[in-house]
């Protein structure tokens, strides 16, 4: 039903900036909500920032004021331009989406790596 392509990952030293893409091909229903996680090794998966279909915004305290979630509705694309990158920051992002129909409603992308070295 759904496909998930991230790109933009990588290395970057702190204070530098990257920006992730995630385009999702869907079949037969639409998308509700999309937005990124990320997981550091040897912690859980956490929200980093979603979009609503309405547009509606929502930050992780750890990147607010740093990162911008933006989305195009038409070509079904999130991305999340990261500025201010911090040794913190490292982790798998993944690439999530909520449909607005089921039976199944979340998908996951395979995760990207982002890397910032002190």
């Known amino acids: 039903q759904v496909q998930l392509v991230e790109s933009g990952g990588g290395l970057v030293q702190a204070g530098g900036s990257l920006r992730l893409s995630c385009v999702a091909s869907?079949?037969?229903?639409?998308?509700?909500?999309m937005g990124w996680y990320r997981q550091a090794p040897g912690k859980q998966r956490k929200l980093v920032a979603t979009v609503t279909r309405g547009g509606s915004t929502n930050y992780a305290d750890p990147v607010k004021g740093r990162f911008t979630i933006s989305r195009d509705y038409a070509k079904n694309t999130v991305y999340l331009q990261m500025n201010s990158l911090e040794p913190e920051d490292t982790a798998v992002y993944y690439c999530?989406?909520?449909?607005?129909?089921?039976?199944?409603?979340?998908?996951w992308g395979q995760g990207t790596q982002v890397t910032v070295s002190s």
């Open positions: 999530n989406v909520n449909l607005l129909y089921g039976p199944r409603y979340d998908y």
């Open positions: 869907v079949s037969y229903v639409g998308i509700n909500t």
